[in-house]
């Protein structure tokens, strides 16, 4: 990737990236022409190519950039930190919603790429993705005190099934287009609580 690219204002940045989301979560890898990225982006199609050598460059940019802002705002609204596991929760869900706000076509875009199969690209981002997720699923159980949940609870099991549910309830948010964000706490509120009386220790 150009250099480039940094220099720009982080606004202009942020109307690629944006743009990327965008045409890459609407079609496929395939059929996502870099024009049409362009034109979302308010700049020329040379100019998109002086910033990423090729569509694959581009693609695989904004791939990272899903996981780096992710992480960035986990840490920011200290989800890492907590050893009582719905407070991460809680507090990662509104750090997602403000990563929504700053990046409307993230998510949808993340879910596309995780299913895309061209050839060209879908290995590195299988790989990038249990990367990343095994970094967050091991720093979000570190701290975790295990005597709050039910005797015998399989704890790393707990956990993957709740990401799972909660990446499929952002998914169905995200398809129906404009999303509601108090819509979508409601949802994610009555999802935890029903965990909560599921796998709380009961007192």
Not at 69 to 88: A, D, H, M
Not at 162 to 171: D, K, N, P, T, V
């Amino acid at each position: 990737m150009n250099e480039r690219f940094f220099s720009l204002p982080a606004e202009k940045q942020q109307a690629i990236i944006n743009a990327g989301y965008r045409v890459f979560s609407q079609n496929s890898y395939k059929n996502s022409p870099m024009s049409e990225i362009a034109d979302a982006a308010g700049i020329s199609k040379s100019l998109l190519f002086h910033y990423f050598r090729n569509k694959k460059e581009l693609y695989m940019f904004l791939w990272d950039k899903c996981a780096e802002v992710t992480i960035e705002f986990l840490t920011e609204y200290n989800c890492y930190e907590q050893k009582n596991l719905f407070e991460s929760m809680e507090r990662g869900m509104r750090a997602k919603m403000e990563i929504i706000r700053l990046y409307p076509d993230m998510a949808n875009f993340t879910i596309k790429a995780f299913y895309e199969k061209d050839a060209e690209i879908s290995a590195a981002v299988q790989e990038n993705y249990h990367k990343y997720f095994n970094l967050k699923a091991d720093k979000t159980l570190l701290n975790l005190n295990p005597e709050q949940f039910i005797p015998g609870l399989d704890i790393p099991m707990m956990y993957h099934d709740m990401y799972w549910a909660s990446e499929g309830y952002l998914w169905e948010m995200v398809q129906r287009g404009n999303v509601d964000m108090d819509e979508m706490e409601k949802g994610f509120v009555k999802l935890m609580n029903f965990w909560k009386s599921i796998y709380l220790r009961k007192e």
